[in-house]
């Protein structure tokens, strides 16, 4: 028999704890996303993660870990090379990726993509550079709106993201148009992680915002995941957020769209108090989205600090068979120079109302211990080809 009948496992996107060994490697010197937020801000009002041990596996700013935590917890290690959201989620189910996405941030994209880009959308391409997407609507949504072209832009991800406004461009032809930008985007020479389709309103400067239908057309697995396994058990495999898209789908029976992470923790409160046998997975993008990227530390310790409140009501959901999950997939530390995630060690707590005791579990060498252990809990064999380890042993 299963020993937990349903097990959650939330992602905060970008809590990195510290640089790992390699770090350098990536351009990353001292970096660590929780750490440093506290250093700036002092405190943080997270009671619940401080219970869960969140502190005891990092003690940061004036904050010190519980004499009892509740939960079980552990720093893992990236094995993959790479140190962006697809990499660490695919990872977590079991991918090791060691041919890293490309990236086009100091170039811009190459003319003979942009040249395919334009013939096939029929529309003109403007930008084409890496860019903030607000500060990149900022500068050209009026001409966009003037002449009909679209605004093209990268990051320092792996991305190609077109902007698109709902009133004049509409939805349905800018999803057409990324769906276009994804397949020219499978040339080996082209090959970035994702594309991503940013719609917003508005009419002139000043009045320009982004709007909850951003969609995003990721590279599918490539292989099974503890996903695949899952579903192809019978169980139920719940994406909460961005996770149906990064995982294109693979191993996904029910999906829901969250217009940000606060209302990602509402869907996963409400979730909760269905009756479903299998996993809920849970991706919550604002700390990296809204502050990781823009370095706006206050912004991002007001995040951890909204996630902590919704996370006391999911606690008090929890039922005495669930399994709770709480990790990263990289960094993104809003005190470090550039706008780059972070090469980083993620933390990993694990809580369940049937422990006998809390504590540290020490390092695990890989994110892939969640979806072996999300595995091994309901008696399902990974795929063949996958990386990680159980650790559903230890957690008594």
């Not at 006998?356 to 060498?365: E, M, N, Y």
Request: contains cysteine; proline residues 3%.
């Amino acid at each position: 028999m299963d020993r937990y009948k349903r097990v959650f496992v939330i992602v905060l996107d970008s809590l990195g704890i510290g640089a790992m060994p390699d770090s350098e490697k990536f351009g990353d010197t001292d970096v660590d996303t929780f750490g440093h937020i506290a250093e700036k801000m002092g405190e943080l009002d997270i009671p619940n993660l401080r219970k869960l041990g969140m502190i005891n596996l990092h003690p940061a700013g004036r904050m010190t870990g519980v004499e009892r935590p509740l939960g079980y917890y552990m720093r893992l290690a990236e094995a993959s090379n790479g140190k962006d959201t697809m990499t660490g989620h695919w990872e977590m189910m079991g991918i090791r990726t060691d041919r890293p996405f490309l990236t086009f941030t100091d170039t811009g994209f190459p003319p003979e993509l942009i040249a395919e880009l334009e013939k096939r959308c029929g529309k003109r391409v403007i930008g084409n550079k890496s860019a903030s997407g607000t500060e990149i609507i900022e500068e050209l949504g009026e001409e966009e709106i003037a002449t009909g072209a679209m605004i093209v832009y990268t990051s320092a991800d792996s991305v190609l993201q077109i902007c698109g406004n709902e009133e004049t461009f509409d939805l349905a032809n800018l999803y057409r148009c990324c769906e276009i930008a994804r397949e020219i985007t499978m040339k080996d020479e082209w090959r970035v992680g994702r594309v991503i389709a940013r719609p917003y309103v508005g009419k002139k400067k000043g009045e320009f915002k982004r709007t909850s239908n951003r969609h995003d057309y990721a590279l599918k697995p490539t292989g099974a995941t503890a996903l695949n396994a899952l579903k192809d058990a019978g169980l139920d495999v719940i994406g909460v957020g961005k996770i149906n898209d990064i995982f294109c789908g693979e191993g996904i029976t029910r999906t829901y769209h969250s217009n940000s992470s606060v209302h990602g923790m509402e869907q996963t409160i409400e979730i909760s108090r269905e009756d479903f046998h299998g996993l809920c997975f849970v991706n919550l993008v604002d700390f990296d989205a809204l502050w990781g990227h823009r370095r706006d530390v206050e912004g991002y310790a007001e995040e951890i600090e909204k996630f902590d409140k919704n996370l006391g009501v999911l606690l008090g959901e929890l039922r005495e068979d669930d399994l709770l999950i709480i990790t990263a997939d990289h960094g993104n530390d809003p005190t470090y120079t550039g706008t780059d995630h972070t090469r980083e060690y993620v933390p990993f707590l694990a809580y369940a109302k049937g422990m006998k005791q809390g504590g540290g579990l020490g390092d695990g060498d890989t994110f892939a211990v969640v979806g072996a252990t999300v595995a091994d809990n309901f008696g399902v064999a990974m795929p063949e080809g996958t990386i990680g380890t159980s650790i559903l042993n230890r957690l008594i």
